[in-house]
Structure formats: C-alpha cells, structure tokens
C-alpha cells in the first residue's frame, strides 16, 4: 500500500505564495509520475502540474509561470510552489502517484484558499 502525506496549504491573501509538499511511502517500487491536481467548488478536478521519474514537467496553462514542480526522489516527496497566487486559484489541491503499472494513489487534499 502507498500513502500519501500531504502539506502546506493554508489562507493567503492574493499576490502571495504557498509551497505544498507530498511524501510518499509504503511499497514504493516504481514511481513514473507525481503530480498535483486541484477542484474549486463545482467545477471539476484538474491538472495543476505533473513530474515524471525523469524530471519532465507540465502545467496547467493556468499556472505555467506562477507554480513550480520539482521532487526529492530520495525523499519520494514533491513539492508545489505556488507564487502571485489568484483567488481563483482558490481549491482543495491533491497530490497524486502513478506507478509504472499504471496504479494510482491519491493523497488526502489540503485546502488552498486566497483572498483578493
């Protein structure tokens, strides 16, 4: 089984930042992706930003060039910068690991909200 912790959410008021962090453990054998996804209040769940086991990356049009993915594989954590953040980017943010057969775990969620 896999877990996933996440961290870091919280209130910020818009133009602000936040870094949001997830650790894996349990029976980690083959990682081929992390990444973070995000639901606002009635809309539907989204990408936000995904890293792969070989550092490739790709974000939301939304937030390419205001968040930052990167990992720790030796701590099998990912982390998501988040700068001049935007009321809309208001939502429960959750971390996600997909395997090399194509398993998927999900982390818990932790709220992001940002005032104007």
């Known amino acids: 089984q896999v877990q996933l912790v996440e961290s870091g959410g919280g209130l910020v008021q818009a133009g602000g930042s936040l870094r949001l962090s997830c650790a894996a453990s349990?029976?980690?054998?083959?990682?081929?992706?992390m990444g973070w996804y995000r639901q606002a209040p009635g809309k539907e769940r989204e990408l936000v930003a995904r890293?792969?086991?070989?550092?490739?990356?790709n974000y939301a049009d939304s937030v390419r060039g205001r968040f930052t993915i990167s990992r720790d594989n030796g701590k099998n954590t990912v982390y998501l910068q988040m700068n001049s953040l935007k009321p809309e980017d208001t939502a429960v943010y959750s971390c996600?690991?997909?395997?090399?057969?194509?398993?998927?775990?999900w982390g818990q969620g932790t709220q992001v909200t940002v005032s104007s």
């Open positions: 349990g029976r980690l054998f083959s990682i081929n992706a």
């Open positions: 996600k690991l997909t395997t090399s057969q194509n398993y998927a775990y």
């Open positions: 890293i792969t086991s070989g550092g490739s990356t």
